[in-house]
């Protein structure tokens, strides 16, 4: 199999507590499918993160209790806009700029998928339920393993390439946990998968040789049992050993 491949994963933070910390499943996604879980703590100095990301062979920006700051796009902050951890916001910009500037592959996995379309000059909706008409439910509850709603996928995509995604017979069907959504979708990036409210559920990045690819749902929770969620941490591990 060779060396495993070294995955940087930025952490949160308990305001409560003062806390760094990272929900297990992230780690033990990456570790399952080959590569090493490296915690990248939110420390927004741009001397610290290069440092960091220095070694590593790619980027998975996990999914947070939190919401991207509203300014980072321009706006002005929704009603219904949740907790804003400006360490969280900063530490995830500044590893975004250098894991494009390394050209590191990577995953953005729900808020990380959001925080990647912002980073890229696009723009969120900051509150699906009051801003989507005639949206479904987004923030499922527990069970969070649960497939809850069904998506649809574009042809020619990284996410219809998986074999589980072409070999699935009926709908695809994916977790949800989240209140916002990507909106404006930002430079280089393009909407591969919608649910059928129109809400985005995934982005992956437009230019060759490039693999960036965010998902709204939670594929962490779910890949011990779901062939989808397995193949899309596979997929990513391997690309990871490649560079």
Known sequence: MGKRPRIGITMRLEMETRRFYLGRDYSEAIEACG???????????????????AGLDGI?????????DPHYYGEEPHHRLGTVVTEKD???????????R????????CYGMQALNVYRGGSLI????????????????????????????????????LASVKGAKGD?????SHHQAVNKVGKNLKAVAWAKDGVIECVEDMRKGRFIIGVQWHPEMTSPT????????????EKCRKT
């Open 90 to 100: 900063q530490t995830d910009q500044l590893v975004l700029a250098e894991a494009e």
């Open 172 to 176: 695809l069907r994916v977790n949800s």
């Open 126 to 161: 900051q509150d699906i339920e009051s801003q989507v008409k005639g949206s479904h439910k987004h923030e499922q509850g527990a069970p969070h393993t649960r497939n809850s709603h069904s998506l649809r996928v574009a042809k020619g995509s990284v996410l219809a390439s």
């Open 226 to 237: 779901d062939a989808v969620s397995r193949e899309i941490f596979e997929l990513f591990v």
């Open 35 to 53: 590569g090493v879980p490296v915690q990248i703590a939110l420390i927004p100095k741009a001397e610290y993160i290069a440092e960091a990301v």
């Open 102 to 109: 390394l050209g590191l592959p990577l995953l953005g996995i």
């Open 60 to 68: 998975l920006l996990p999914g947070s209790n939190t919401d991207v």
